[in-house]
């Protein structure tokens, strides 16, 4: 019954904050300076004659609904949000829907890989690094998660390029399959990793640094614990003391952290979708910010709103399936 | 003299446990904190050992050195088992994980002794999966859990519950339960009543007692509390920094103290009769650091008897007869000896 009750009440935030943040978004876009339509029309402005430019500027206007004072303008783009129509691109001229599933698709690819990556390889190493705290291994892991934790990822990007794609060419500069290529099955996939191997590479190095630190000093303070002494008077192997006992506990924090990776899946990053010509979310948004393409961006970012506030949840959800003691009352 | 039968469960000989003291120089010598520094000593099968002394003097450390928690620094722990003499210190990890069915830990703390994550039932199971009692998801293994559980004191209704739904005194029978769960010949109570009030206090002591009659066990039991101490030993042992300082049956220690320190320590016990009001000697100071520990007689810089020889000679471990042992120069006056 707690839960139920819960997630009820959860919801019914969930909803007055997306309306909320709704409002403040509309209002700040609509606030923004430049004019959509003239950047929409561009070259017609030149081209044309004033007075047909100007019926033709009217009409755009008017179809797409700017001419309404701006209450009306929120209601019409909620509802039209509401019922899965996100609007009309003013940059591609086409539905949003069309044209955001593309980059989308690239962008969730992209970061699921280095997802898989970051956690195959850091928390082993948080695990291993924790139990032989203090010792050469660990040390020296320590120092290289500290470095590619703070370099920043345009200079790794650019060494990793300059290493694995002009010195030693082994994988593509950048793109996102070979040009021309028309192969399908096996071949297709095959060609899409290999383009993905240095953009994964470049986001895996600060997501390990950052995660196996994390794992590490939960493990710690786990392993330091009574009930870490009395599994091993046991006489439990100490791989069960370890993975079992130990892990488990410290899963706390890194479900913490692992939401926060899954509801940042959709987002793109403009630093490496720029250096890779990656076509990704990250570059979406920034074009659309650039050509005030407000149906785009603000499509974008009650997208994000959402997964956010729903992010949330699934933590909470998640909390109670890692640790008997957590429960979801209110 | 009494007993001369009795069969010994375990030898140690001179065990010292030192722990490295993090340096804060770069060229410092490496120095250690002497936690335990060449304790000896029998204990005998079924009998209750008690292990008293003060915050800080090695008790727990000595527990948990027998049971090879710890990298042992020096000394042997021999167990002697079906006429084989097992020396611990040489085992492997593998080897004496085995052996950790025979000999088990009660912890100090209930509160942060047991996982967090488990339920009463898969503390209690673990165990007895890893020893190979039972195979993993045996019908007849939960039996034995509800078993064990109600020998116990707990209700069997607790097999899924987790810890944190648990009092401090039903959290302590769980972890009685999950020891005594391996059928144990050995068992070390660290502190295991300290944490609790003092009405539970007595139901556990009581427990114990009654399980070590059925289950024929051996306690090391570990206390700063003398009363407890009282009622539960068969002997006692005292312990001033890292040594063992005197060790005699319950009786004969509280009749006839030899060691100034003892001394201190039993006129420290609270008396009910206002007519028995013994003089209380209070000792002077902190107990010094086991970094630095004074020379001669450990005690000296404390003791209200302390002369020249105490400070430069260290005494030697005697047996004073009636299974009586003392380190110190000059054992205090006997009553009837």
Redesign the interface.
């Known amino acids: 019954m707690g839960k139920g009750r819960y997630l009820l009440k959860r919801f019914v935030y969930i909803v007055f904050v997306f309306f909320i943040i709704s409002i403040l978004m509309f209002a700040i876009y609509k606030s923004m300076p430049g004019n959509p339509v003239d950047i929409m029309l561009g070259d017609s402005k030149t081209s044309m004659k004033p007075d047909a430019y100007q019926a033709l500027y009217d009409k755009t206007v008017k179809d797409l609904g700017l001419d309404k004072p701006l209450p009306v303008q929120y209601v019409a783009w909620m509802g039209n949000m509401l019922t899965g129509e996100f609007g009309y691109s003013t940059q591609y001229k086409q539905e949003v829907i069309n044209i955001i599933s593309a980059p989308m698709i690239n962008t969730v690819l992209l970061n699921i890989l280095t997802m898989i990556v970051v956690f195959i390889i850091a928390i082993p190493l948080g695990i291993v690094t924790a139990v032989r705290k203090n010792g050469a291994f660990d040390k020296t892991v320590q120092v290289v998660t500290i470095v590619g934790y703070s370099i920043p990822t345009f200079i790794v990007a650019l060494l990793a390029i300059f290493l694995l794609a002009v010195k030693f060419p082994i994988f593509p500069i950048s793109g996102v399959k070979s040009a021309g290529l028309n192969a399908t099955g096996v071949e297709y996939v095959l060609d899409r990793l290999w383009h993905m191997a240095l953009p994964v590479l470049v986001m895996s190095v600060s997501g390990i640094g950052g995660i196996t630190r994390y794992v590490r000093a939960a493990m710690i303070d786990v392993l330091r614990m009574d009930y870490i002494k009395t599994a091993r008077a046991k006489g439990l192997r100490e791989k069960t003391v370890v993975y079992i006992h130990a892990f488990r506990n410290a899963l706390i924090p890194v479900v913490t952290i692992t939401t926060w990776w899954v509801v940042g899946l959709f987002g793109g990053s403009i630093v490496i979708e720029s250096v890779f010509l990656w076509p990704g979310l990250g570059k979406m948004l920034i074009d659309g910010l650039l050509q005030r393409d407000f149906a785009v961006v603000l499509t974008m970012q009650m997208f994000y709103v959402v997964l956010s506030l729903t992010g949330n949840v699934i933590m909470d959800i998640a909390y109670t399936i890692v640790d008997p003691r957590v429960r979801l009352e209110d | 003299m009494q007993n001369e039968n009795r069969k010994v469960l375990l030898t140690i000989k001179d065990v010292k446990q030192y722990f490295p003291v993090k340096k804060t120089k770069l060229r410092e010598k490496q120095r250690y904190v002497r936690a335990n520094d060449g304790i000896s000593l029998e204990i005998y099968e079924g009998e209750t050992l008690g292990l008293v002394g003060e915050s800080g003097c090695g008790k727990s450390t000595f527990g ?1 050195t027998l ?1 090879q ?1 710890y990298p042992q620094t020096h000394g042997d722990v021999i167990y002697h088992k079906d006429g084989k003499d097992i020396d611990l210190k040489k085992l492997s ?1 593998e080897q004496m ?5 025979d000999l ?2 009660i ?1 100090q ?1 209930p509160y ?8 009463v039932g898969q503390i209690i199971g ?2 007895l999966v ?2 190979g009692i039972f195979k993993k998801g045996d019908p007849a293994m939960q039996e034995y859990i509800f078993r064990v559980m109600e020998n116990c004191g707990l209700a069997t209704y607790m097999f899924g519950r ?1 810890p ?1 739904q648990f009092s401090g005194g039903q959290r302590q029978r769980i ?1 009685i339960a ?2 005594l769960a ?1 059928n144990p010949a050995f068992v070390v109570c660290d502190e295991a009543v300290s944490a609790l009030d003092v009405s539970i206090q007595s139901q556990i002591l009581n427990l114990l007692s009654e399980l070590k009659e059925k289950q024929n066990l051996t306690y090391l039991f570990i206390t700063h509390d003398l009363s407890v101490v009282k009622y539960i030993s068969d002997r006692i042992g005292v312990m001033y920094l890292g040594n063992m300082v005197e060790l005699a049956p319950t009786e004969e220690l509280f009749a006839n103290t030899l060691h100034p320190y003892t001394e201190a320590l039993l006129s420290a016990i609270p008396v009910v009769d206002e007519e028995d009001k013994r003089e209380r000697i209070l000792l002077e100071g902190d107990i010094p650091s086991p970094v630095n520990p004074p020379s001669g007689c450990k005690f000296h810089t404390r003791c209200r008897y302390c002369q020249q020889k105490c400070k430069e000679e260290v005494p030697q471990w005697t047996n004073v007869g009636n299974d009586h042992y003392v380190a110190c120069h000059f054992p205090l006056h006997k009553n009837n000896g």
């Open positions: 948990r049971l928690l990890k994980r085995v052996l950790r069915k088990q830990l912890f703390d942060s002794s047991l996982n967090p994550r488990m339920t673990e165990g890893s020893h987790y944190h972890g999950r020891s391996l």
